[in-house]
């Protein structure tokens, strides 16, 4: 129990200092690297894989409290996913597809196309040459769409399947792939204002005071709910923990499915491998929909949710990064940086190729919302739309928002992403590889297909 309250401790420690230090040093500021990653550094150089290498010791975190550190991930993660749609308004699939349909057609093919790079590189290149694991096919999408959230849930379904490297690769996979969005997404802004793609980032009079307007509209609106609202934290820790119990509940009832009607029938186990935290998004998915039909739905602050989520989400990456082992990096360096270079190349495709086929008009800033989210997080996508197109005058920002809901259970940290590493287990790195090619191109056509549509009209 002391040790568990001594993780604790340091962890908020490790925060205040990494905020400390964002604040002290403008470069960090200008690579918009989050204050948590930087207190997960900062406890990742202070441990044995930092300060304990030249001290020979274990530097300045016990076993136990790297032990506890090692556990939060994949208890703390299902919370962020509980939280993703609750509320939000959830719109039938028809209006998501008239609003957002090219920018779900583009985050899809570069999500797919993660796998295909992924797997194809494994099959060709690492398990031959290096003889590493078919699994490390599936890194790139999950270090780089699904992020630190999702590199650190999946940590146990890595090493339940024998890959215990893959969940440390994941993290650093992510942290390269924050660092590269904001610099090349920051580079390509600046070409695209070079080549006259965009106007240069400003904003007018006019502008200004449009945003103010809107601004004080959605502070208002807020402060509406909050007013409504009874025993508000506790409330929304109730609809946390209710999300996350359908979501245990929902992969129980698949976990018996499979081993009572499938298994027998010779269907591999693929769902005792599965972590709970994409089935609890699903969970929070049900109860907002109930709170739409039930009236409850109107008592959420969405701002509150984002507060529980972007907490548990922090304690997260600072207790992964801390407990990161750079030795399972450094025994697999020429995978690992075959894979980031991989992911990298794919992701500026996606940008500077696909977005131009795939978007009727304004394809810089839609092309950047999924290629800031393709290397690291949602937030760098909306980072870049707001640096490409501060006033919003493409809508890319509301097209953004939208797709979401019909990518985030999917993939980027959603069920196949959880799934993907039991399918290759199971059935071997080509057939998953000629599904994922396989969805990859029919969005990539339904995209184009989509724009000629649209200009057409």
């Given at each position: 129990?002391?040790?568990?309250?001594?993780?604790?401790?340091?962890?908020?420690?490790?925060?205040?200092?990494?905020?400390?230090?964002?604040?002290?040093?403008?470069?960090?500021?200008?690579?918009?690297?989050?204050?948590?990653?930087?207190?997960?550094?900062?406890?990742?150089?202070?441990?044995?894989?930092?300060?304990?290498?030249?001290?020979?010791?274990?530097?300045?975190?016990?076993?136990?409290?790297?032990?506890?550190?090692?556990?939060?991930?994949?208890?703390?993660?299902?919370?962020?996913?509980?939280?993703?749609?609750?509320?939000?308004?959830?719109?039938?699939?028809?209006?998501?597809?008239?609003?957002?349909?090219?920018?779900?057609?583009?985050?899809?093919?570069?999500?797919?196309?993660?796998?295909?790079?992924?797997?194809?590189?494994?099959?060709?290149?690492?398990?031959?040459?290096?003889?590493?694991?078919?699994?490390?096919?599936?890194?790139?999408?999950?270090?780089?769409?699904?992020?630190?959230?999702?590199?650190?849930?999946?940590?146990?379904?890595?090493?339940?399947?024998?890959?215990?490297?893959?969940?440390?690769?994941?993290?650093?996979?992510?942290?390269?792939g924050v660092i590269m969005g904001v610099l090349l997404g920051t580079m390509a802004i600046n070409w695209a204002v070079w080549k006259q793609y965009i106007a240069p980032p400003g904003r007018s009079p006019q502008d200004e005071e449009a945003m103010a307007e809107h601004e004080t509209r959605e502070k208002n609106e807020a402060d509406d709910l909050r007013d409504k609202a009874i025993e508000p934290l506790s409330f929304h820790w109730g609809l946390v923990g209710s999300s996350i119990g359908l979501g245990w509940l929902l992969l129980k009832g698949l976990i018996w499915i499979e081993n009572a009607l499938l298994t027998p029938l010779g269907w591999p186990e693929l769902f005792r491998h599965v972590p709970l935290f994409p089935l609890a998004m699903i969970g929070g998915v049900a109860v907002q929909s109930l709170g739409d039909r039930l009236g409850y739905a109107k008592l959420i602050d969405r701002q509150l949710m984002n507060r529980i989520s972007g907490s548990s989400l922090d304690i997260l990456i600072v207790a992964a990064m801390g407990a990161l082992s750079l030795d399972a990096i450094g025994a697999n360096t020429g995978p690992f940086l075959l894979l980031a270079t991989g992911g990298i190349l794919w992701n500026i495709f996606g940008f500077a190729i696909l977005a131009r086929l795939m978007f009727p008009r304004d394809w810089v800033p839609n092309g950047l919302a999924n290629f800031g989210q393709g290397m690291g997080m949602t937030v760098i996508g909306l980072l870049l739309i707001r640096m490409s197109d501060p006033q919003n005058r493409s809508g890319a920002m509301e097209a953004f928002g939208y797709k979401q809901l019909l990518f985030e259970p999917i993939v980027g940290g959603g069920l196949f992403t959880a799934i993907s590493l039991p399918l290759i287990y199971q059935f071997g790195p080509g057939p998953v590889l000629a599904g994922v090619t396989a969805l990859m191109t029919a969005w990539l056509i339904g995209g184009l297909w989509l724009v000629r549509r649209r200009k057409s009209s």
């Open positions: 129990m002391d040790n568990a309250f001594a993780a604790f401790i340091i962890i908020g420690i490790l925060i205040l200092a990494g905020k400390f230090i964002r604040r002290r040093l403008a470069f960090l500021r200008r690579l918009f690297l989050p204050s948590s990653i930087i207190a997960g550094l900062l406890a990742l150089l202070l441990g044995p894989q930092g300060i304990g290498r030249i001290s020979g010791i274990n530097g300045m975190w016990t076993e136990a409290i790297l032990e506890v550190w090692s556990k939060l991930p994949g208890i703390l993660i299902s919370v962020v996913f509980a939280a993703l749609f609750l509320g939000k308004s959830l719109p039938g699939i028809k209006k998501i597809w008239s609003k957002a349909g090219p920018m779900v057609a583009h985050g899809q093919t570069m999500a797919w196309g993660q796998y295909v790079v992924g797997i194809s590189l494994a099959m060709f290149v690492l398990v031959p040459v290096w003889d590493s694991s078919p699994l490390a096919g599936a890194l790139i999408e999950i270090g780089f769409e699904g992020g630190h959230g999702t590199a650190a849930g999946l940590g146990n379904t890595f090493r339940e399947l024998g890959f215990s490297d893959g969940a440390d690769m994941a993290l650093g996979l992510a942290t390269i």
